[in-house]
């Protein structure tokens, strides 16, 4: 929220402190200040002009040569390109030599032969942003008033000569979200008593309620409705000091009534809204909620397909209004309007702020309405509406006003006592320092032998409980005056659990093996979300995402590290090599079932070379056995060697039909490794990749199995054996046969060597592999030996029909 110090001023008097002051005390007491800007900063030599003759340049269609008086001797030629410029008008004139916005440095100089002297400016070449300036003057310079002096300068009479406070309320705070909350909170900081000065209402004997009806079907959606009648008003353009100050605070004029409506918003923080009467169907308002495929045109142009959680204001048939959000675009005010119906309500807060989100409509009203308004001066509000429209415009107000729907404003009692502020506070506050705190609040106060009942006005509605009552002594009396402690007590060493231990090692390992840690979002589209699945799940989708990209949970790891990927290789950084520990979100089809189950697990990806050539040695790609290789060494550290074991498998859409294993352990599916398919890298435009993905939590429940072994003093013997078999059988299965036959001496079994081609049969290959043989408590024999070698040619001959080379 954008704060005029100049108004401010004029509520509370803070004359005695500058700006930044103000700012920093605000930001002490919890209110944060985002910053303060001058709006005549950086500006020189920016006079008022009067432009006493215009006439069309020469060589030119578009440009004017005018003579201008800017308080010197003689006039100033300066030539104009503005569309609306002509004689005896007052103008903004920037003089050789001056800054304007964006530190731009007016110089003499000729434009198509002409001298020009200076510059005639518009509001955006002094610094004015282009939405906050009125319409009329968007496409030309602005206009001064009548009675601007030539050669003074102009900030006085755009009131530049002001410091803009901009705040960042937070939704705990929304009575600072009005000039009045502010004005109370500065009055509280400083001892100073807000004043607020009131204009008469005057109305005629005529009442409202013989010309107009109102209804509200749901009272929740409208706790508080009314309607004001003006009429007989003339339709025009605001008075300065008006158009300045909505300026100054970014919002952009548009006439007296709707300016009046903007006004009071930022004054009292109420939302207004102005119809005009008639151009309603019927004389007669129904709020109501929205019916399927109701349509309404809403003021910016736009059509809104409507349903039933919106709140609609409608004239007895069809929608005119977005309660809270924007008015329709068939009922604004014109400069044909002689009959205003003035709305000031209170809706349900939720349902506004559906309704702005899903039209992404965000406006000062709805943001108002969301976090909440003060119900005391609801009706206060629209009458110092009323006044002040019956005064810019000459209409007449009519007689009461027509309510619905009304809310009683009540005081909030709250107890606390001073022993329990000091113990929360840390200080020994005195009954009479906590007195002149709730004073300089403007709270009433009843206390008793430090017991205090404290009346809270309807203006905070944010106080309910003691700790609010805490907190608001404390922001007063400043926290930067509370005393410093340091924690008394005994400490404790903080240890890590088991599955944070286990998993630092798993993090640890992957990353001696050359991995690097990355970080993937946790929201994904729904096509990502459903790729490289475990198991099956619904989707956990979020009401109102960010971007298509964002729009669920992910179910997998891989796909946020194929997109990691993706974006290093787009840089030319083809050596991938990534892991990651991250949740997944499965959700079960149940209705009861209301949150996602959030599961540890860990995938990594390998892509590119993963040695790169050099002077001595050829690039060496990865492939399915370093990816294998690194699973292996992962879980030999971890104990569970044992108990893995790897099967093919076709049944993953996403991974290569011929390079993918499932990985189970004790005989449990806990992931899966292998390539990525083609036409999957091809989507995420990488090149051929290599993942694999496992559940982390099953991992890290397993006990491993591990047996202490000291070294053996008695020598090892190794034998080798090569075997022809058929291609499909796998080396796990070759493995866990001679682990079988070859008896308690083996300690190891080694594959050495792979080989398909000349003199071996089609669809067959050459396997070799090293036994090593130990005995704990002797030297092993030759007989012993060979006896194991002849079960492990008796096995591997018998159940896989290999035969012995």
């Known amino acids: 929220m954008f704060v005029s110090y100049k108004w401010l ?48 340049h020469p060589d030119s269609d578009h440009l004017s040569v005018c003579q201008v008086d800017v308080g010197q001797e003689e006039l100033t030629q300066i030539v104009c390109g503005a569309p609306n410029i002509k004689a005896g008008i007052n103008v903004i004139v920037a003089l050789p030599s001056a800054r304007i916005a964006g530190n731009v440095k007016i110089k003499k100089g000729k434009m198509r032969g002409q001298i020009s002297n200076g510059m005639i400016c518009s509001l955006q070449e002094i610094g004015y942003e282009e939405s906050v300036v009125p319409k009329e003057y968007a496409e030309g310079i602005y206009y001064l008033p009548e009675e601007a002096v030539p050669g003074q300068e102009v900030f006085p009479y755009l009131e530049m000569d002001d410091a803009i406070i901009e705040l960042a309320i937070t939704p705990n705070r929304a009575d600072a979200m009005s000039m009045r ?153 014109t400069e044909s309007t002689t009959t205003v119906a003035l709305e000031a309500a209170l809706f349900d807060p939720a349902a506004v702020r559906r309704t702005s989100q899903e039209f992404n409509l965000h406006s000062e009203s709805s943001a108002r309405f969301e976090k909440g308004i003060n119900v005391e001066t609801i009706d206060e509000a629209c009458e110092q509406a009323c006044a002040l429209i019956a005064e810019l415009t000459g209409g007449n107000v009519l007689q009461g006003a027509v309510k619905a729907a009304e809310v009683q404003a009540q005081d909030t009692e709250v107890k606390v006592t001073l022993q329990r502020l000091n113990d929360y506070l840390g200080t020994n506050l005195t009954v009479a320092e906590v007195n002149d705190i709730f004073t300089a609040l403007g ?172 002077w001595q040695s050829k690039g060496d790609p990865v492939d399915f056995y370093q990816a294998k290789g690194i699973l292996e060494e992962l879980f030999a550290e971890l104990n569970l060697a044992d108990q893995v074991t790897y099967e093919k498998t076709t049944d993953r859409t996403e991974m290569h039909p011929g390079r993918c294993a499932e990985v189970f352990l004790n005989k449990q599916s806990v992931g899966f490794v292998g390539q990525v398919h083609p036409t999957i890298t091809k989507q995420y435009e990488v090149p051929e990749t290599y993942a694999a993905e496992l559940d982390l939590d099953t991992i890290l429940r397993t006990n491993p199995e591990f047996t202490y072994v000291p070294v053996t003093k008695y020598p090892k013997v190794t034998r080798d054996i090569a075997l022809v078999i058929e291609e499909n059988i796998a080396n796990q299965t070759i493995v866990q046969t001679i682990e079988e036959a070859a008896g308690k001496f083996l300690q190891e079994v080694s594959l050495f060597d792979v080989y398909q081609g000349e003199n071996i049969e089609t669809g067959y290959k050459s396997m070799a592999y090293r036994l090593t043989f130990v005995n704990q408590e002797a030297t092993l024999t030759d007989e012993q030996i060979n006896k194991a070698m002849e079960k492990v040619e008796k096995a591997l001959t018998e159940k896989l029909t290999a035969a012995i080379r």
Not at 26 to 43: A, F, N, Q, R
Not at 238 to 243: E, F, G, K, V, Y
Not at 515 to 543: G, H, P, V
């Open 9 to 56: 001023n004029e509520l509370v008097d803070v004359s005695h402190v500058t700006p930044q002051a103000l700012a920093d005390k605000m930001s002490l007491t919890g209110i944060e200040v985002e910053g303060i800007s001058y709006p005549s900063d950086g500006l020189k030599k920016v006079v008022v002009g009067h432009v006493e003759s215009c006439v069309a």
């Open 181 to 333: 909350g502010v004005a109370f909170e500065t009055g509280a900081i400083y001892r100073e008593k807000p004043v607020f000065k009131k204009k008469e209402l005057i109305e005629t004997s005529s009442k409202a309620s013989d010309k107009i009806k109102v209804h509200v079907n749901e009272e929740k959606d409208a706790p508080s409705y009314q309607i004001r009648l003006i009429e007989n008003v003339k339709i025009k353009a605001s008075p300065r000091w008006l158009q300045n100050r909505l300026m100054n605070i970014g919002i952009r004029p548009i006439n007296n009534v709707v300016d009046v409506t903007n006004y009071i918003l930022m004054y009292y923080g109420q939302p207004l809204h102005a119809f005009d009467y008639d151009r309603l169907s019927n004389q007669e308002i129904m709020v109501r909620r929205a019916q399927k495929a109701e349509e309404l045109v809403t003021l910016d142009g736009e059509t809104r397909a409507l349903n039933e959680e919106n709140i609609v204001i409608t004239d007895g048939q069809q929608p005119v209004a977005l309660a809270g959000v924007m008015g329709g675009l068939d009922s604004e005010i």
């Open 443 to 614: 709270f009433g106060y009843h206390e008793h032998e430090g017991s205090y009942t404290v009346v809270i006005p309807p203006r905070r509605w944010d106080i309910t409980i003691e700790a609010d009552i805490v907190e608001e002594v404390a922001r007063i009396y400043g926290y930067n005056n509370l005393p410093s402690t340091l924690p008394s007590g005994e400490t404790v060493a903080g240890t890590l659990t088991h599955d944070q231990l286990k998993t630092r090692k798993v993090r640890t390992l992957l990353e001696a093996a050359g991995l690097s840690e990355a970080i993937s979002y946790a929201l994904t589209s729904e096509q990502k979300s459903q790729q490289f699945t475990t198991a099956s799940s619904k989707l956990t989708r979020l009401d109102w995402p960010m971007s298509a990209e964002r729009t669920v949970l992910r179910l997998n790891l891989v796909s946020g590290l194929l997109d990691d990927v993706a974006y290093n290789v787009a840089r030319r950084n083809e050596q991938v090599a990534l892991y990651e520990v991250g949740r997944v979100f499965y959700q079960v089809d149940d209705p009861k079932a209301d949150l996602p189950q959030e599961i540890n697990h860990v995938a990594f990806v390998l892509s590119g070379e993963w040695t790169t050539q050099d």
